[in-house]
């Protein structure tokens, strides 16, 4: 029960400061862009959005969030409550996955991926993976043109080797997260089983990774230059 009441706080949070209606807008832009395309590229073209936008939103959008609360002093507050790290850092990212799984289903049936469900589940890994990440940086930054560098570092690792060895067949490619997920989300993987278990296995290092960043989030006390 204290996991739903964080994640519908965490959704009111996000609705409050329009996250929804923020990708309500990207997500018609988007639409009119796969609608101009040709047929034969839509597929890629849905690809390369769902990846670089609704399915690593979280890189960035979490370090908004935290950088926030930390402004807000709201560390200090939950520190003094029975909240677990763990049940903080799942309501976060649950919360954030639900508009990348709502974002990327519209664009994945739009520009004709494949397979939805395996489609959908590629975008969850990505999207816990990511914003594991973003809450990492931002735990490691105390002002936002920090967490800008760390967060476009980080966008760099995960976007331009998916992005540049996209076609690629190289089984040893699975390895990383981006050229796991992008190759699930289209279609056709070397093995799809390998690339979810590849994301899978990252999720949990970024998961044990933000447990440990929020730990010392709730430890210290001090707020973030926004």
Not at 14 to 41: C, D, H, I, N, R
Not at 95 to 118: F, H, R, Y
């Amino acid at each position: 029960m204290r996991l739903l009441r964080l994640m519908a706080g965490d959704i009111r949070f996000q609705w409050k400061y329009g996250f929804y209606s923020v990708y309500a807008v990207f997500t018609a832009v988007y639409l009119m862009t796969l609608a101009a395309v040709t047929e034969s590229a839509r597929r890629v073209v849905a690809t390369v959005m769902i990846y670089s936008d609704p399915a690593a939103m979280g890189l960035f959008f979490m370090g908004a969030i935290i950088l926030l609360e930390k402004s807000q002093r709201v560390d200090c507050a939950l520190a003094t409550t029975p909240i677990r790290t763990l049940e903080y850092l799942t309501a976060k990212l649950i919360s954030l996955a639900v508009i990348s799984l709502i974002v990327g289903a519209i664009l994945a049936v739009a520009g004709g991926v494949q397979n939805l469900p395996l489609c959908l589940a590629a975008i969850l890994l990505a999207s816990v993976f990511c914003s594991a990440c973003g809450l990492i940086a931002a735990e490691r930054s105390q002002s936002l043109n920090r967490f800008v560098l760390w967060s476009m570092l980080i966008e760099l690792i995960l976007c331009l080797p998916a992005l540049l060895l996209f076609g690629i067949e190289n089984p040893w490619l699975m390895l990383h997260p981006g050229v796991a997920a992008v190759w699930v989300i289209h279609g056709g993987a070397p093995s799809t089983a390998l690339c979810l278990l590849s994301l899978a296995a990252w999720c949990v290092a970024a998961l044990w990774l933000g447990d440990r960043s929020v730990k010392r989030y709730f430890a210290e006390s001090g707020g973030a230059a926004l």
